[in-house]
């Protein structure tokens, strides 16, 4: 008999990140044993990708967030759906696992983040933990600092996954993106991708941007993000940094972009200079496009990236150890071709996609034994 995993996620909106990894777990799962369904609170981006790929999806119609008062009505979809595991994706989705509970279905609450800062929110997503049958965490570095709010017998730590088929090198793919770009073959593309905010770092890319350029004028710098509206300040800053260091000729910044594959592909190095993180997909998708890494030690990262194997890692906020991290790779090609090689070979092992359905459907068999 095949069992119904009902998603839910807090928005149809384009997203990356833990809101990707649940988008690809609902479409390729076994479907001779599942049948998956995927809620959201409104039609979007993420929505329509879905239903794309064959995985029904439902909407509650209301606003683009769950609110405590769609309880009952998300009751009535897990009901109505005839609904046997509630996989609920980020704590932001704590309303909707609270209805998995009323109607006595497993729940599974995926977390990617930590607790929000505010104490009603820390209360709220304290009370989901406890709620659920498991606790899938993506990284064992978060795990650590969920410990004193689950027992561990319910925390499940399950890396999150890329399809390295989609992001294989491909020298093909490479000449046009490059082109496509403004790349010539003298220049060296160090990418950097992640939203335009504070935690991503980006300023402090750019101040080491500003000395790298001293000695390597032929180094370009590549940020693929979309800004987020409610840093204006910190946008404006990016924007003058480059103009007082004139920066323009070797910076650019893309906005939001769909090609990160393509993007990818055109890059000789990868950047990821956040300030905070759980467990990066910009970086495993770097490592499936065989880059040479240079990231901070935030997070789960360090459990991605073998420093001094696969990639370099650097403590965050600190633009003179990025510098001299991404000197380092520029200035000796062949051991940043040996940190790419690396890194293709680790992710295929430990974090293809592939990898991390299987380890949830083997979670969805053993909660419902």
């Known amino acids: 008999m095949k069992r119904r995993i009902l998603f839910i996620n807090n928005s149809a909106k384009p997203a990356r990140g833990g809101a990707g990894c649940i988008i690809d777990l609902a479409a390729r799962l076994d479907r001779q044993k599942f049948d998956s369904v995927m809620l959201f609170p409104c039609p979007g981006y993420l929505s329509e990708r879905l239903s794309k790929m064959g995985v029904r999806t439902l909407f509650l119609g209301g606003s683009e967030k769950y609110s405590y008062q769609d309880i009952f009505r998300v009751l009535g979809v897990v009901r109505g759906e005839k609904i046997d595991i509630v996989h609920a994706n980020t704590i932001d989705s704590f309303f909707a696992g609270l209805a998995a509970k009323l109607s006595g279905r497993r729940l599974i609450s995926h977390i990617h983040e930590e607790l929000h800062k505010t104490w009603r929110w820390k209360m709220v997503g304290a009370h989901l933990l406890r709620l659920a049958d498991c606790s899938v965490i993506d990284s064992r570095e978060l795990a650590g600092r969920y410990a004193d709010l689950i027992p561990e017998s319910k925390i499940k730590v399950i890396y999150n996954g890329v399809d390295t088929e989609k992001f294989k090198p491909d020298p093909v793919r490479r000449q046009k993106a490059r082109k496509s770009l403004g790349l010539n073959d003298s220049e060296t593309a160090v990418l950097n991708v992640g939203y335009i905010c504070p935690a991503k770092g980006h300023d402090h890319l750019l101040k080491a941007a500003a000395g790298i350029r001293k000695k390597h004028p032929e180094v370009r ?124 070979r680790r992710v295929k092992e430990k974090f293809d996609i592939a990898i991390m359905v299987k380890n949830f459907e083997k979670l969805y068999g053993e909660i419902l034994k």
């Open 221 to 344: 710098f590549i940020f693929a993000g979309d800004r987020v509206p409610e840093f204006p300040d910190f946008q404006r800053r990016l924007d003058e940094f480059v103009r007082q260091n004139d920066l323009e000729p070797v910076v650019t910044f893309l906005g939001m972009r769909q090609d990160v594959p393509e993007l990818l592909s055109a890059a000789d190095i990868f950047a990821h200079v956040s300030l905070k993180e759980s467990f990066s997909i910009a970086i495993l998708e770097a490592m499936a496009s065989g880059k040479s890494i240079v990231a901070t030690k935030v997070g789960g990262i360090a459990e991605q990236i073998e420093d001094g194997k696969s990639g370099l890692i650097v403590p965050p906020a600190d633009s003179d150890a990025l510098g001299t991290s991404l000197e380092k790779l520029l200035s000796m090609p062949e051991k940043a071709r040996e940190f790419g090689e690396n890194a293709l």
